[in-house]
Nanobody, 125 residues
Framework: VQLQASGGGLVQSGGSLRLSCAAS????????IGWFRQAPGKEREGVSC????????YYADSVKGRFTISGDNAKGTVYLQMNSLKPDDTAVYYC???????????????????WGKGTLVTVSS
């Protein structure tokens, strides 16, 4: 599978952005698509995940109520709608495909087998 994330940019605090993850060559081996982010000097964080077949979703506490993940199987694309953005949301955002796993209440990146290049989101105060 190949993944291509897009939609990042510069936005003011309180603003919105929609990220897209276009997937090609998808197989049933990949039961979930996840969004992760990594800010400078910080560890990678699982943001949200969606089941590719059942559409079940999961959100990190830090984005719950502000971010919405959705998928369009016909287009092979997963979206991450980000509202009420905060400067703490500034990071490079990556999409990944694999299996949904939780580790200590967070999305475990080790469940993901394929990663796309990231897209930078910068939220100014």
């Amino acid at each position: 599978v190949q993944l291509q994330a897009s939609g990042g940019g510069l936005v003011q605090s309180g603003g919105s952005l929609r990220l897209s993850c276009a997937a090609s060559g998808f197989s049933l081996h990949y039961s979930a698509i996840g969004w992760f982010r990594q800010a400078p000097g910080k560890e990678r964080e699982g943001v949200s995940c969606i089941g590719s077949m059942d559409g079940n979703t999961y959100y990190a506490d830090s984005v719950k109520g502000r971010f919405t993940i959705s998928g369009d199987n016909a287009k092979g694309t997963v979206y991450l709608q980000m509202n009420s953005l905060k400067p703490d949301d500034t990071a490079v955002y990556y999409c990944a495909a694999g299996r949904f796993k939780l580790l200590a209440g967070t999305i475990d990146a080790r469940g993901m087998d394929a990663w796309g290049k990231g897209t930078l989101v910068t939220v100014s105060s």
